[in-house]
């Protein structure tokens, strides 16, 4: 099964403010690298899908990307509704996997 | 409009078995894969397996294969998660889910399991 790894588990920013999240696959998984954001208390909901395609309806302000192991969700100009727990997923082996998640606080 | 609709939290004591169900809608239920995510308290998200209707092929996540059962019925569009002998560890959000596809991604509401003596 494939592993996957994210970092940091944790970080806080500010409003207005830039971050990137790194997820890394225990091997190859040709982008099939999935995004999905979580609240307390809800179901996770996906942002953006195979590496860098945006979910519909959701701002531009999220962006992916990457290839092969390694890849990047970094979002700019962070907005109050942006602070929660995001986590990657791959979905080119099954069952797919997610990586342990990052949750991102206001500073 | 595609759904997927999960059964009532329930609380259960160690060793009793339970089977939890989401009910889909909306979409043709035999051909798309559809499985089961685990969240534990304060903790991430695990997929635990997922079935292809179609012809029940199904695979576990390595942590969860043997420790639970999952199915399909395809005349009822459903989709079950089946402990036969339930633990403290097992207390959990459990999550259904249809395997992404392009970007058509969809979950049930969720199902809250405790187990205590």
């Known amino acids: 099964d494939i592993q996957m790894t994210q970092a940091p588990s944790s970080l806080s920013a500010s409003v207005g403010g830039r971050v990137t999240i790194t997820c890394r696959a225990s091997?190859?998984?040709?982008?099939?690298l999935n995004w999905y954001q979580q609240k307390p208390g809800k179901a996770p909901k996906l942002l953006i899908f195979?590496?860098?395609n945006l979910h519909s309806g959701v701002p531009s302000r999220f962006s992916g990307r990457g290839s092969g192991t390694d890849f990047t969700l970094t979002i700019s100009s962070l907005q109050p509704e942006d602070f929660a727990t995001y986590y990657c997923?791959?979905?080119?082996?099954?069952?797919?996997?997610f990586g342990q998640g990052t949750k991102l606080e206001i500073k | 409009e595609v759904q997927l609709v999960q059964s009532e939290a329930e609380v259960k004591k160690p060793g009793e078995s339970l089977k939890i169900f989401c009910k889909t809608s909306?979409?043709?239920?035999?051909?798309?894969?559809i499985g089961w995510v685990r969240q534990m308290p304060g903790q991430g998200l695990e997929w635990m397996g997922i079935?292809?209707?179609?012809?029940?092929?199904?695979r576990y996540s390595p942590s969860f294969q043997g420790q639970v059962t999952i199915s399909a019925d395809e005349s009822n569009t459903t989709a079950y998660l089946h402990w036969s002998s339930l633990k403290a560890s097992d207390t959990a959000m459990y999550y259904c889910?249809?395997?992404?596809?392009?970007?058509?991604?969809?979950w049930g509401q969720g199902t809250l399991v405790t187990v205590s003596s």
């Open positions: 889910a249809r395997l992404l596809v392009g970007e058509d991604d969809y």
């Open positions: 909306g979409y043709t239920f035999s051909t798309h894969w």
């Open positions: 079935i292809y209707p179609a012809d029940s092929e199904t």
């Open positions: 091997q190859s998984i040709s982008g099939y």
């Open positions: 195979t590496t860098s």
């Open positions: 997923q791959q979905s080119y082996s099954m069952p797919p996997s």
